[in-house]
């Protein structure tokens, strides 16, 4: 690797580092930003409040189930509060009853109450703190349902209070029968709204299925979409919510086409979408919420924003617009862990693909390739007989090493060819010692080059090759959920940082703790670069400041890694100290005597071939070019 290609490469870097620290929110922004999430919690706040009171109405008026047991006041205000709801006036009070619907992947809890979700656990995962793992709570805001007008009454079900068709209020899926339960609205014994859930067994999956039955007389057909709401918050699950909440997000994918999302570092954010949508999702850092049509949503208007109350972090909304004129609406959620394998196999229909994978930030384009059909594979197969992931990481980094040794052998062979090279190019140096003397002594040099057989990107190419890998891998590690909670040495979860030292205070731009990974990948990354850098000893003049600016990366690295996950850092401590081991037993097998003599006996059989075609045109033009800046000299 010439100097060149190595001040490109850190400017790059540069530009990349200073772009960040441009884009940094300011104190004053940070604070703004403060303040109307405190805004937004504040108005959150009131809205909760004004739904207990009304719950507190309607549990008063409940508790009068008869018309003796009331009032003449509480008998008018009964009165009023059911005229409210149009025809379905008997669905104003009721009983509030749960319903349980479980396999052995998810637990749902079912309310009667607005025939909603109350909340979903995921089976067989725990969070940081060691708790059940819900990604729905039971909480009034977590809302579900239609909201549509009962001739000039505005009617949304989660006011309403369905009545549940089964006498078990547990239901346990098994292998020949799905655990369903059925709940309806009704107008009378001919018309009712009906929500439809069905579990089956072993799956992630709850169907999800609405009827209209006989409310075409009741139901206004005035707008051409009835509005289905889907709030929800997202729990804090993770250790450490600053990278929880920066890898979490409102998704969607449209029909035949790649998921998109909404901001995932603005503190809110908002998008009217149009055309057919096939799933919304809220992702969490390892498990998802996913509300799948199984005919696509029209429209739908989304949004989410930072909220910090009660254990959330994320406040998701979506209303969702489905056709008035059709009477049953099928959906299905997704409940479950965002892991590529299960998302992947998830279909409706046969040879469906719902691309739901995309919820796995792997990387775009080549980056994305490598870790599905490469890195995912080795990966899964290495965990079905090895335990211990901190050694599947171990066995699968020497692994990739070796499959790419002939790229690092190629690289340090190039670069020990311009090395036993120095003599010579020395003497072009000594040749042309003037800066007006430039363009002829980079000619000889190439000319030097080009005689023995050797390109100056020689020893670069090989090492750009690898860069897809290096960043497939910063991809793959933070997004794998096997990683999570996996302990490993010193570190209690692969998938967040490992702290030996939690300090009093945060440090701007590296944290309230040290990663010891990322310390160890630093330490080895100066190594590496000190055996790079006294390898690649040319002869050529090197750029004042050079080796500090090649130091400085590895500090760099600490800073970005300490929060990254540990088997991230863990995996780039061992590629450098691999990658070490190659080169000093590179450097004790490779003969440079012999390689000098090798590139002589080309040069001399070279300098007998009589140049033609491009590299004839090439010298000639060169030549042209250095007698025309000669003249140029002249005149002045």
Not at 113 to 135: D, F, N, R
Not at 245 to 271: F, P, R, V, W
Not at 300 to 314: I, R
Request: hydrophobic residues 40%; neutral net charge; glycine residues 4%.
């Amino acid at each position: 690797m010439d100097k060149n290609t190595i001040i490109g490469i850190i400017l790059c870097i540069a530009i990349f580092i200073g772009f960040s620290i441009y884009n940094r929110p300011s104190q004053e922004e940070i604070q703004h930003q403060k303040r109307l999430r405190d805004s937004a919690a504040a108005v959150m706040k009131q809205k909760y409040e004004a739904e207990l009171e009304q719950q507190k109405l309607r549990d008063s008026l409940a508790k009068n189930n008869t018309e003796e047991t009331l009032s003449e006041a509480d008998s008018a205000q009964r009165s009023n509060y059911a005229a409210s709801f149009g025809d379905f006036s008997k669905c104003a009070f009721g009983e509030k009853q749960e319903i349980v619907l479980q396999n052995e992947k998810i637990k749902v809890k079912l309310s009667s109450k607005g025939a909603k979700i109350s909340s979903v656990e995921v089976l067989g995962y725990k969070t940081y703190s060691g708790e059940a793992l819900t990604v729905i709570k039971d909480d009034p805001q977590n809302e579900m349902g239609f909201d549509f007008f009962c001739g000039s009454k505005a009617v949304s079900t989660k006011n309403l209070y369905f009545e549940y068709n089964g006498y078990q209020k547990e239901i346990s899926a098994t292998k020949d029968s799905p655990a369903k339960a059925v709940l309806r609205a009704k107008v009378n014994e001919d018309s009712w709204l009906e929500f439809a859930y069905s579990l089956e067994n072993d799956s992630y999956l709850l169907d999800y299925t609405i009827t209209f039955h006989k409310l075409e007389n009741v139901v206004n057909r005035n707008s051409s979409y009835i509005d289905f709401t889907w709030n929800q918050y997202l729990p804090v699950l993770e250790r450490g919510n600053k990278w929880e909440s920066q890898h979490s997000g409102l998704y969607y994918k449209y029909d035949d086409e790649s998921s998109e999302y909404l901001s995932l570092t603005s503190d809110n954010d908002a998008k009217n979408l149009t055309g057919s949508l096939k799933w919304i999702a809220y992702k969490g850092e390892f498990f998802s919420s996913v509300l799948i049509s199984k005919t696509d949503f029209p429209n739908a208007d989304v949004s989410f924003q930072n909220v910090s109350n009660n254990g959330n972090f994320k406040f998701m909304s979506s209303k969702i617009g489905f056709s008035s004129a059709d009477t049953s609406k099928a959906m299905a959620f997704y409940f479950g862990p965002n892991q590529f394998k299960i998302l992947k196999d998830i279909t409706l229909a046969e040879n469906e693909d719902l691309g739901l994978q995309e919820l796995v930030p792997l990387g775009w384009g080549i980056f994305g390739w490598i870790n599905r059909y490469a890195i995912i594979p080795l990966f899964n197969w290495l965990g079905s007989f090895i335990s211990s992931y901190g050694l599947i990481i171990l066995i699968m980094t020497i692994i990739i090493k070796v499959v790419i040794f002939p790229l690092t052998y190629k690289s340090y062979k190039s670069t020990a060819s311009m090395r036993v090279l120095k003599p010579q190019i020395e003497e072009i140096n000594k040749k042309y010692p003037k800066q007006e003397q430039a363009m002829q002594k980079q000619q000889a040099i190439m000319a030097l080059y080009k005689k023995v057989g050797i390109s100056p990107l020689g020893g670069c190419m090989p090492l750009l090759l690898q860069m897809p890998i290096l960043i497939a891998m910063f991809n793959f590690f933070p997004a794998s959920i096997e990683l999570r909670q996996q302990s490993f040495l010193w570190a209690t979860d692969l998938s967040s940082y490992d702290s030996i030292l939690d300090l009093p205070f945060s440090i701007p731009w590296y944290g309230d703790h040290v990663s010891l990974f990322t310390l160890l990948m630093a330490i080895a990354m100066v190594v590496s670069t000190k055996i790079n850098s006294s390898q690649m000893d040319t002869g050529q003049q090197q750029m004042p400041g050079m080796k500090m600016m090649m130091y400085l990366m590895p500090v760099m690295m600490v800073f970005w890694f300490n929060d990254y996950s540990s088997g991230l850092s863990y995996y780039y401590f061992l590629s450098n100290i691999i990658t070490i081991i190659q080169m000093m037993v590179i450097r004790r097998t490779l003969d440079e005597n012999a390689l000098l003599e090798k590139l002589n006996s080309k040069a001399a059989k070279n300098s007998t071939k009589k140049k033609t075609g491009f590299l004839a045109r090439l010298e000639e033009a060169q030549r042209q070019q250095l007698e025309a800046m000669k003249k140029q000299q002249k005149r002045k």
